[in-house]
Structures are given as structure tokens and as C-alpha cells.
């Protein structure tokens, strides 16, 4: 089935620094959205952007969907421990209607 | 108010019986999708009901498996009988109906962890 690459797989990074991630796909999407996963826990939506071009902030996070639509970005600032966590993109794929495409996923964790 | 509920949190049953997991969406959401979650496969979709008719089934691996949604406020997945294999987590989510703004986001319950011995 369609899949959607999600980059990088994982990631160490220190308190305060910035993040970015991606996720990328052959495919036009008309919605992405992304999601934060806690263990133990179903995945939280973050922020979901519907207009490609559209750059769309929440608190330290910020996310844009692609100019292509083929494409969405991540970046959290100034990380904090209680960050760490699992980030999935999701993008709702041209003709399947209600139906999410879910990455594979990106494994944050930050260090003190 | 409330977010997606589903019970039980935990399942741990052998090999052979039948298992129910039971999922309640927010009040006033449309759609409503029975997800599958494993470090093998990742977020699988199994299957999708829109206004308690089931829509797209075709993630459901096989007819051990089955799902209802009798009414707007609550679903079942059905597995009967249970293998190994099955073992995972669970997970409900729902969302508004299509023509809304955000008729995308779907939103999830803390899942079921199924363990199957």
C-alpha cells in the first residue's frame, strides 16, 4: 500500500536544542497531519495543515505542508525532556476519501 | 469533555478464545476507525464506519476478525478464535463527517494492549 517516509528514524538531541523532521511520499496529499505518541498511549494530534504552502505553528512547534503537497515538515524549538516521544506524520492521499496514510514514525528522545 | 474511550486497557487471554474490544467515540463524530499498532507493521487501518456502517474493510487480516458499531456511541472488534500473532495494540479513533474543516483529524483512545498466549 501507499507509504509515506518518514525522516530520520530516530534522534538524540539536547535540551534546547531545535528539531526537525520530515516525511515525504510519490503521492499528492490534501491534509497532513501530525501526531505525538506517548508510551503506553494512543497518538495526540499536534497540528494538521490543509493548504500546501501552509505554515502552521503550536507553541514550540511548527509544521508546513509542502509546496508539491507531496511532502510536510516538522520542527520543535528548544526541546524539553518531556518531548521525548514517538512523532508520526499522517496525510489524507488524494481519492481515499475519510482514510489517514500513517509514517512510520520518529523516535525522539532528548538528553539533559 | 471526553475523548475516545476504549476498554479493556489490558488483555492478556490463550490461544483459541475469543477476545471483544470495545471503543466509544466523541460525541458528535461521524466516522469511526479500528487501527492496529505493532513495531513490525506500524499503525495499521483495519477498519472504518461511517455513521455505523461500516465503509472500507479491507485491513482486516482475516475472518477471525470482525467489527459492529450498533449505534453512534460505541463499536466492537471481535476476534475469535485468537493466535499468537495477534498480539498488539489497539487502538479506536474518530473524526467529524467529510464537507467539515477538520472532518481529517481523527482523534485516538489510549488503545488495548492485547497479548495473546
Known amino acids: 500500500g501507499q507509504q509515506l517516509n518518514q525522516s530520520p528514524q530516530s534522534m538524540f538531541i539536547q535540551e534546547g536544542e531545535d528539531v526537525s523532521m520530515n516525511c515525504t511520499s510519490s503521492s499528492i496529499f490534501n491534509t497532513w497531519l501530525w501526531y505525538k505518541q506517548d508510551p503506553g498511549e494512543g497518538p495526540v494530534l499536534l497540528i494538521a495543515?490543509?493548504?500546501?504552502?501552509e505554515l502552521t505553528s503550536n507553541g514550540r512547534l511548527t509544521a508546513q505542508f509542502g509546496i508539491t503537497r507531496k511532502d510536510s515538515f516538522l520542527n520543535i524549538s528548544a526541546s524539553i525532556p518531556s518531548d521525548v516521544g514517538i512523532y508520526f506524520c499522517?496525510?489524507?492521499?488524494?481519492?481515499?476519501?475519510?482514510?489517514?496514510?500513517f509514517g512510520t514514525g520518529t523516535r525522539l528522545q532528548v538528553t539533559l | 469533555d471526553a475523548g475516545v474511550i476504549q476498554s479493556p486497557r489490558h488483555e492478556v487471554t490463550e490461544m483459541g478464545q475469543e477476545v471483544t474490544l470495545r471503543c466509544k467515540p466523541i460525541s458528535g463524530h461521524d466516522y469511526l476507525f479500528w487501527y492496529r499498532q505493532t513495531m513490525m507493521r506500524g499503525l495499521e487501518l483495519l477498519i472504518y464506519f461511517n455513521n455505523n456502517v461500516p465503509i472500507d474493510d479491507s485491513g482486516m487480516p482475516e475472518d477471525r476478525f470482525s467489527a459492529k458499531m450498533p449505534n453512534a456511541s460505541f463499536s466492537t472488534l471481535k476476534i475469535q478464535p485468537s493466535e499468537p500473532r495477534d498480539s498488539a495494540v489497539y487502538f479506536c479513533?474518530?473524526?467529524?463527517?467529510?464537507?467539515?474543516?477538520?472532518?481529517?483529524?481523527?482523534?485516538f483512545g489510549p488503545g488495548t494492549r492485547l497479548t495473546v498466549t
Open positions: 479513533a474518530s473524526s467529524l463527517a467529510l464537507g467539515q474543516i477538520s472532518a481529517y483529524e481523527q482523534y
Open positions: 499522517a496525510g489524507q492521499l488524494v481519492g481515499t476519501a475519510s482514510k489517514l496514510t
Open positions: 495543515l490543509y493548504k500546501a504552502g
